[in-house]
């Protein structure tokens, strides 16, 4: 048996190998769910209909997702992140279940909901569990690994689905998650585990409910802004009103909580306040290139979808490898200084996206978004890490909770923007032609690289914003290490 953390109110003796491998099994299972059903839309929409409902396959996935993860996060500091982790994964077994045997697009799109439930516990109880079990040296290696499921997965996701779609059903989409959620959910409850210190639990369901509505409100209107309704539109500005009066009621109810869902201390620790950006533009990056990088290599220079995949995929292969080095680095020179670094590189990887047009090939695009992963890595990981190494076990969870919020978060900020940019720039005419001039479309993509710039800069000074020297927390092992931030 290995050792693992032993912390204020907590201890483990875990097997970590295996939990690990269950951790990275559940990781997979949400990546590739969030991507796999790309390629099987017209199979599915041949089977079910409702092609106008199908952006929602999506939608729904994501917000479950996302609004969910801080209420989450709060619940793995009370209860343990065990019993988050398998409710998560449950939730996902029966999300795939329904979805596979899903009889109309409607029923498909409340099980996706499902799943995405599910999927809001398992990524940041990954995430925290990480933080849990191994040593400040150890975590960004491990972080590495994860980062890498997360490359692979996007590329795999579409892979599967066009497969399964092709060959067999797209129902099989679905339907082979249930193995996998086995197995993971066996290597968690097997090999993992806690002593939680059982305290009576005050659970603050008023805060928990106003934030997950006021959440699911904003994140709504944010990801079918453009969309389902007009910007600016009477619909449009009511969601988003709506969301911002609750998240203020909620602010309130935080206040008077006598175990609040989310300590409003922690949204004035400097630290903290600064990660949380730097994550939330590195999901705002993630979805503009995501989203426009295939765009130009398919509409632009000509390529096809899969070398234009191959483009992107660029980005996912950089990710990893800096992030399985940044420990190395950051035991070195200091977290902040590290993603510094990493800031640094996205900034320029941006900067070399301004120079890409239609003479450009194919390679210098794949070029640059890998250079862009490179700075991901030694960013996204560090910042990270230094959030939960601000604070003790029993908060540990609410704060990767929050990182992880403000990650799609900043996806759904940057898809509303950046549509709303490539919209305007088009104009009616070109957004409702069945073909886009390649000059035109150029000028849209320019802007978005523009505004990924911007962001990428915003990033850094996020960084910047940390301070520059602090003790560390105690790291999960028998380590007594401090290490400078900068």
Same mark, same amino acid.
């Given at each position: 048996?290995?050792?693992?953390?032993?912390?204020?109110?907590?201890?483990?003796r875990?097997?970590?190998?295996?939990?690990?491998?269950?951790?990275?099994?559940?990781?997979?299972?949400?990546?590739?769910?969030?991507t796999?059903?790309?390629?099987?839309?017209?199979?599915?929409?041949?089977?079910?209909?409702?092609?106008?409902?199908?952006?929602?396959?999506?939608?729904?996935?994501?917000?479950?997702?996302?609004?969910?993860?801080?209420?989450?996060?709060?619940?793995?500091?009370v209860?343990?992140?065990k019993?988050v982790?398998?409710?998560?994964?449950?939730?996902?077994?029966?999300?795939?279940?329904?979805?596979?045997?899903?009889?109309?697009?409607g029923a498909?799109?409340?099980?996706?909901?499902?799943?995405?439930?599910?999927?809001?516990?398992?990524?940041?109880?990954?995430?925290?569990i990480v933080?849990?079990?191994?040593?400040?040296?150890?975590?960004?290696?491990?972080?590495?690994?994860i980062?890498?499921?997360?490359?692979?997965?996007?590329?795999?996701?579409?892979?599967?689905?066009?497969?399964?779609?092709?060959?067999?059903?797209?129902?099989?989409?679905?339907?082979?998650?249930?193995?996998?959620?086995?197995?993971?959910?066996?290597?968690?409850?097997?090999?993992?585990?806690?002593?939680?210190?059982?305290?009576?639990?005050?659970?603050?369901?008023?805060?928990?409910?106003?934030?997950?509505?006021?959440?699911?409100?904003?994140v709504?209107?944010?990801?079918?802004?453009?969309?389902?309704?007009?910007?600016?539109? $009477?619909q449009?500005? /009511?969601?988003?009103?709506? =969301? #911002? &009066? !609750? %998240? +203020? @009621?909620?602010?309130?109810?935080?206040?008077? *909580?006598?175990?609040?869902?989310?300590?409003?201390?922690?949204?004035?620790?400097?630290?903290?306040? $600064?990660?949380?950006? /730097?994550?939330?533009?590195? =999901? #705002? &990056? !993630? %979805? +503009? @290139?995501?989203?426009?990088?295939?765009?130009f *290599?398919?509409?632009?220079?000509?390529?096809?979808?899969l070398?234009?995949g191959?483009?992107?995929? $660029?980005?996912?292969?950089?990710?990893p490898?800096?992030?399985?080095?940044?420990?190395?680095?950051?035991?070195?020179?200091?977290i902040?200084?590290?993603?510094?670094?990493?800031?640094?590189?996205?900034?320029?990887?941006?900067?070399?996206?301004?120079?890409?047009?239609?003479?450009?090939?194919?390679?210098?695009v794949?070029?640059?978004?890998?250079?862009?992963?490179?700075g991901?890595?030694?960013?996204?990981?560090?910042?990270?890490?230094?959030a939960?190494?601000?604070?003790?076990?029993?908060?540990?969870?609410?704060?990767?909770?929050?990182?992880?919020?403000?990650?799609?978060?900043?996806?759904?900020?940057?898809?509303?923007?950046?549509?709303?940019?490539v919209?305007?720039?088009?104009?009616?005419?070109?957004?409702?032609?069945?073909?886009?001039?390649?000059e035109?479309?150029?000028?849209?993509?320019?802007?978005?690289?523009?505004?990924?710039?911007?962001?990428?800069?915003a990033?850094?000074?996020?960084?910047?914003?940390?301070?520059?020297?602090?003790?560390?927390?105690?790291?999960?092992?028998?380590?007594?290490?401090?290490?400078?931030?900068?």
């Amino acid at each position: 048996m290995e050792r693992g953390a032993a912390s204020s109110g907590v201890g483990f003796r875990s097997e970590r190998g295996p939990v690990l491998i269950g951790i990275m099994l559940s990781t997979a299972l949400v990546a590739i769910d969030a991507t796999v059903i790309a390629t099987a839309v017209p199979s599915i929409v041949a089977s079910l209909g409702g092609f106008a409902e199908f952006p929602w396959l999506f939608s729904v996935y994501l917000l479950a997702q996302a609004v969910t993860v801080p209420v989450y996060g709060k619940l793995a500091d009370v209860f343990g992140r065990k019993p988050v982790m398998l409710v998560g994964i449950g939730l996902f077994l029966l999300g795939s279940v329904l979805c596979g045997v899903a009889g109309s697009m409607g029923a498909l799109i409340a099980f996706r909901a499902v799943q995405g439930l599910g999927a809001g516990a398992v990524q940041p109880m990954s995430m925290t569990i990480v933080g849990d079990l191994y040593s400040l040296r150890e975590r960004a290696k491990v972080q590495g690994y994860i980062a890498s499921v997360w490359a692979v997965s996007s590329v795999v996701g579409p892979t599967l689905g066009g497969v399964f779609s092709q060959y067999l059903s797209w129902r099989w989409i679905f339907f082979v998650n249930i193995p996998l959620c086995l197995v993971a959910a066996a290597a968690i409850a097997l090999r993992f585990h806690e002593q939680v210190d059982r305290r009576r639990p005050r659970i603050d369901s008023a805060g928990a409910a106003t934030l997950t509505v006021a959440l699911t409100l904003l994140v709504l209107g944010l990801l079918e802004g453009g969309q389902a309704w007009a910007w600016g539109s $009477a619909q449009s500005i /009511a969601v988003l009103v709506a =969301g #911002a &009066v !609750l %998240l +203020g @009621l909620f602010v309130v109810i935080e206040r008077r *909580a006598a175990d609040p869902v989310v300590p409003l201390r922690l949204l004035r620790n400097r630290l903290l306040v $600064a990660t949380n950006l /730097a994550s939330a533009c590195v =999901g #705002a &990056v !993630l %979805l +503009g @290139l995501t989203s426009y990088v295939p765009t130009f *290599a398919q509409d632009v220079l000509g390529t096809g979808p899969l070398v234009a995949g191959f483009a992107l995929a $660029a980005l996912t292969l950089g990710w990893p490898i800096t992030a399985s080095l940044s420990g190395r680095v950051y035991l070195r020179i200091g977290i902040r200084s590290t993603a510094l670094v990493g800031a640094a590189v996205v900034v320029l990887g941006s900067a070399l996206l301004l120079l890409l047009d239609e003479s450009s090939s194919v390679v210098q695009v794949g070029a640059t978004a890998f250079v862009i992963g490179l700075g991901m890595g030694f960013t996204a990981a560090p910042t990270l890490i230094a959030a939960q190494s601000a604070v003790q076990w029993h908060e540990r969870g609410v704060v990767t909770g929050l990182n992880m919020f403000s990650r799609s978060a900043g996806s759904a900020v940057g898809v509303a923007v950046f549509g709303a940019v490539v919209n305007a720039t088009l104009g009616r005419s070109g957004v409702e032609s069945d073909r886009v001039a390649p000059e035109a479309l150029t000028t849209a993509v320019h802007s978005v690289f523009l505004g990924t710039t911007v962001l990428a800069v915003a990033m850094l000074a996020a960084v910047l914003f940390m301070p520059r020297d602090r003790s560390r927390a105690q790291p999960p092992a028998q380590e007594a290490t401090e290490v400078a931030a900068g």
